[in-house]
């Protein structure tokens, strides 16, 4: 008789829990027993840990094994517990010492060769172990990177299981081949959840990323970019095709500030999650930039999938920008499941194998055509579309969720005269002023949950933090006239104290104010609009 326990992670959602890996060797007919709540994959491992350990020199027990994962209570889900269960069966077998990997948390996929594989969600698997008072942690070679994220946790990276054995056994490590670039074990961090349908992509650093200068004209749209970004206020911009709001939108990433270090684990966590981190950068410093596809599905959206529910774009897109281009064409119920993390900065995703809580802090940019064709705002042309089917086509933005967007703008075709001028500032002019009214506003939001201008509740502004006297007066009137709800005007407060922020005033005034109103409800309340010079 033998036993021996180890332990790893299992992931739910973004969050991780420890889970001790016992195995038992008892004498009896040989078979190999896993219980404790494993899904498929891991059912699998029996198959994949047998031959790994054979192919590595380990000669396989025969006896009755059983191997348990405890909570049997919590889903099991992955090949991550690959090298916890055959560290757990050598120890039990006294292949190696069983108090050598008592303390150890094993991560990582065997291959049938004995080869050590990199696996998804390395990051907070580590994280939930430190957080569980373990010191050691043993991943793959691909994903040591990742795991030494963590401060305070020792990291050994492996290459196989022969490796692993010599370490604990203080024998010769034997020398083995990297994985080669293009191979499936370095290709990992390149994929995409699968099933997931959404096109997802990191944020370039600035400097090599597109440029705002590039965008002609559109002084209203890039004012609306610059306090977009200053103070993380939703965006829809509405136009005729060709008129530059994809171009907008793909330059809003870089106007963003860095990630702060607790934000880019967090943002690094997800992405683990998901399989999409970038080969050799194993932390995501720049805002994340996501543009899914008009035919996503709500599951895509906002997360699910079989078994335990994965992140989905809204996620992916944390502390960065979700872009919805061609937000009419999105179906009705997936751009309705985004009202809720619209609001709370997260979703709760319920599914049989158990609820999941993501992280869902995002800024949403919308872009939508006037009418199926496109050309119903154009002076002087033609759209061919009936008046019921522009109803129709822009009543798919439903109300609720145009009421949480707190700037729409009318992107009208640029002129001559624009195209041929080379005015335009650059991202990297835009993206100061950005910064500083960031700064602004984080210290005067010093001691308080909230971090930027979008995020604070209306009955604060209204209370603590109030504008200029008589500064509301329009406000006011648009509420009497119904053009404006108590969410709106939570909404208008929230613009109008960002245009004071980038403007460097103490509070807003009733220009702000004016000019919140005009953002949002597009009616023109005289106030001027400089490139530049924004208020």
Not at 194 to 223: E, K, S
Not at 395 to 417: H, K, N, T, W
Not at 438 to 456: D, F, I, K, M, S
Request: aromatic content about 2%.
């Amino acid at each position: 008789m033998g036993f021996a326990r180890t332990c790893s992670v299992a992931l739910i959602g973004v969050d991780g829990v420890v889970v001790e890996v016992q195995a038992d060797l008892e004498p009896g007919v040989a078979a190999f027993t896993l219980v404790g709540l494993p899904d498929k994959s891991l059912s699998e491992s029996r198959d994949r840990v047998r031959a790994a350990m054979v192919n590595s020199g380990a000669e396989w027990p025969q006896k009755k094994l059983t191997v348990g994962l405890s909570p049997a209570s919590v889903p099991k889900a992955g090949s991550s517990f690959d090298l916890a269960v055959a560290c757990a069966v050598m120890g039990a077998a006294e292949l190696i010492d069983p108090r050598s990997i008592a303390d150890l948390v094993l991560i990582g996929e065997l291959g049938l060769d004995g080869r050590v594989r990199p696996v998804r969600g390395v990051l907070p698997a580590v994280i939930a172990a430190a957080e569980a008072g373990y010191e050691q942690v043993v991943v793959a070679e691909q994903n040591a990177g990742e795991a030494s994220l963590v401060p305070g946790v020792a990291v050994l990276g492996v290459r196989s299981l022969r490796q692993l054995v010599a370490v604990l056994t203080d024998g010769p490590v034997p020398e083995e081949e990297p994985a080669e670039e293009g191979r499936p074990d370095a290709m990992l961090a390149g994929l995409v959840v699968p099933g997931a349908g959404i096109g997802t992509g990191l944020a370039a650093d600035p400097a090599d990323g597109p440029d705002l200068a590039d965008v002609a004209g559109q002084r209203a749209a890039r004012l609306a970019l610059e306090v977009s970004a200053a103070g993380g206020h939703h965006l829809l911009l509405s136009g005729p095709p060709g008129a530059g709001k994809t171009m907008l939108a793909e330059r809003m990433p870089g106007l963003l500030p860095p990630l702060t270090p607790s934000e880019s684990l967090e943002v690094t966590a997800v992405h683990s999650v998901a399989g999409i981190l970038p080969p050799g950068k194993p932390l995501v410093s720049r805002a994340p930039y996501c543009a899914p596809h008009h035919s996503a599905t709500m599951q895509s959206l906002v997360g699910g999938g079989n078994g335990m529910p994965r992140p989905g774009a809204v996620s992916l897109a944390h502390r960065g920008v979700l872009f919805l281009d061609e937000a009419p064409e999105f179906s009705g119920k997936a751009l309705d499941a985004l009202r809720q993390p619209l609001e709370a900065g997260h979703v709760v995703v319920a599914r049989a194998a158990g609820v999941v809580r993501l992280p869902a802090r995002f800024l949403m940019i919308l872009a939508a055509n006037p009418c199926p064709c496109g050309r119903h705002s154009i002076q002087g042309d033609t759209c061919e579309c009936p008046s019921s089917v522009i109803r129709r086509y822009q009543a798919r933005l439903s109300g609720p969720l145009l009421d949480r967007v707190d700037l729409r703008i009318e992107v009208e075709p640029v002129s001559r005269a624009d195209l041929l001028a080379s005015d335009g500032e650059s991202t990297a002019t835009v993206a100061a002023r950005v910064q500083g009214a960031r700064e602004r506003a984080t210290a005067r939001l010093t001691g308080t949950p909230w971090l930027r201008n979008a995020e604070v509740p209306g009955h604060e502004l209204r209370t603590r933090w109030q504008p200029a006297p008589g500064a509301l007066a329009a406000a006011e009137r648009d509420i009497e006239r119904g053009l404006l709800t108590a969410r709106g005007l939570d909404r208008v407060l929230r613009v109008a104290w960002t245009l004071a922020d980038l403007a460097g005033r103490d509070r807003p005034e009733t220009r702000d104010i004016n000019l919140a109103l005009e953002l949002r409800t597009g009616i023109s309340r005289g106030v001027p609009v400089g490139l530049g010079q924004p208020l």
